[in-house]
């Protein structure tokens, strides 16, 4: 390796750690001081910008009315209920599908 590039290479690598080290002390001397709000800022905006209250017990009743209407809208336009089947369709059902069960059963066997 040349002896000119080697000089090139270590003087930018000291420029570099010049470089770091300058930007740490930077912000050792920013962190001395103190940072944010002034002590004591805080709860003078409180005093002054607090707000009490927030929803009345009548508009939480008028809201949750309002999103029962609307959700008892939304579940009768969601799905059409089906009629309960009647106790003779359901034996027809059953004697079907123990038959399907007999017929598999002697496949397989």
Same mark, same amino acid.
């Given at each position: 390796?040349?002896?000119?590039?080697?000089?090139?290479?270590?003087?930018? &690598?000291?420029?570099?750690?010049?470089? @770091?080290? $300058? $930007?740490?002390?930077?912000?050792?001397?920013?962190?001395?001081?103190?940072?944010?709000?002034?002590?004591?800022?805080?709860?003078?905006?409180? @005093?002054? #910008?607090?707000? #009490?209250?927030?929803?009345?017990?009548?508009?939480?009743?008028?809201?949750?009315?309002?999103?029962? /209407?609307?959700? $008892? &809208?939304?579940?009768?336009?969601?799905?059409p209920k089906r009629k309960p089947m009647s106790a003779a369709s359901r034996k027809r059902l059953s004697e079907?599908?123990?038959?399907?069960?007999?017929?598999?059963? $002697? /496949? #397989? @066997?």
């Amino acid at each position: 390796m040349d002896i000119r590039q080697i000089l090139t290479d270590l003087s930018r &690598e000291r420029n570099r750690l010049d470089q @770091a080290i $300058a $930007a740490l002390e930077g912000l050792s001397s920013k962190f001395a001081s103190r940072r944010g709000r002034p002590p004591g800022a805080k709860q003078a905006k409180l @005093a002054v #910008t607090r707000k #009490t209250g927030g929803i009345t017990a009548a508009g939480r009743r008028r809201l949750s009315e309002m999103m029962k /209407k609307r959700w $008892a &809208e939304r579940k009768k336009k969601a799905a059409p209920k089906r009629k309960p089947m009647s106790a003779a369709s359901r034996k027809r059902l059953s004697e079907m599908m123990k038959k399907r069960w007999l017929e598999r059963k $002697a /496949k #397989t @066997a």
